[in-house]
């Protein structure tokens, strides 16, 4: 999207912008100052239209889904500008590398040519002038050719510099806010997903499902950390599966997982939990090397659905308390804070 608004009018949408920004508790970074100017300029319906649902459903924009409809509405067709433009240029690189090769397969051959006619002048009794022609010509050609195959390696090594750099983006955009091991979004994610809306004075509805594998310690012992690894990535698949945006599972820390549920009552958040405990507890994973079958995985939950005024921490803090009591309880369980 381009703006040409003029400074007096770009100062007014501002000025609208910071107020809602303020009252629904969004982040004040470039991102959302662009997607509520957008906003207060209507000059998306279509934003306007998801935002003010999402308002009504949350009461705040949560930062993530924020992010989603500011690629989707607000830069949506720079990126497409973008991916083209990388396109083209991946596809000029190929093209030239590929005239290139064709270009010195020629001067190889061409350099071949003269070489061979060189011999020839050079074993009968031509003129000595034409034969210091020809082979002024035969040296000069095989320089091109050692400067085409140089040319023709700089335009490969660019080429694949242009792509590693490419996936080193894409890489880093993702491992500050994503857990390696089981692909879910970080602690750092759910704190600032949380802080925003336990930061809301709107109303808004939010629910905290804190998840923990049972003896988890004594699997890893008794079937060593790459099984262990393995259990997690499986959470990871199963979290990932079975929680549906907006709903945000995250690896909390360990063998501790968090899902917050934004806009959803503890009710709700209890039949998901017990959803994930049953298919938690149908876990069976085979041994390669002993083809032994585990079938012992088990996990407990504590739910906790956020008071108005309380904190990010008071709402966690229930919720361990929650997650404490199924484990005290026997385990394998699901119980939900007063």
Known sequence: MKFSDNTTQSAEYLRQAIPLMVKYNIPPNP??????????????????????????????????????????????????????????????????????????EHTSYYGSVLEDSLVELNNSEGSPQLSNIISRLAENTASITESTHLFQQQIMEAQAEIIALKEELKRTRLDARMDPLTGLFNRRVFDTELEQVTG????????????????????????????GDKVLQYFGKLLKAECQEPILPVRFGG??????????????????????RKKIQAIRIKQKKSGKVISSITASFGISQWVQAETAEQMIERADQALYLAKESGRNQVQTAA
């Open 31 to 104: 991102l959302n100052y662009a997607l509520w100017y957008t906003y207060v300029s209507k000059k998306v319906p279509s934003l306007n239209y998801k935002i003010d649902q999402t308002l009504d459903t949350y009461g705040t924009c949560p930062s993530l889904l924020g992010e989603q409809l500011f690629r989707e509405h607000v830069i949506s067709d720079d990126l497409t500008d973008s991916e083209d433009t990388k396109k083209q240029l991946l596809a000029l690189t190929n093209t030239l590398t590929e005239q290139v090769d064709h270009a010195a």
């Open 200 to 227: 809301s004075n709107n109303h808004a509805k939010a629910t905290l499902i804190m998840i923990d594998i049972d003896h988890f310690k004594d699997f890893n012992d008794e079937y060593g950390h790459l099984m």
């Open 255 to 276: 063998e501790e997982f968090a899902i917050l549920l934004i806009g959803k009552e503890k009710e709700e958040a209890a039949v998901l939990a017990e959803n994930l």
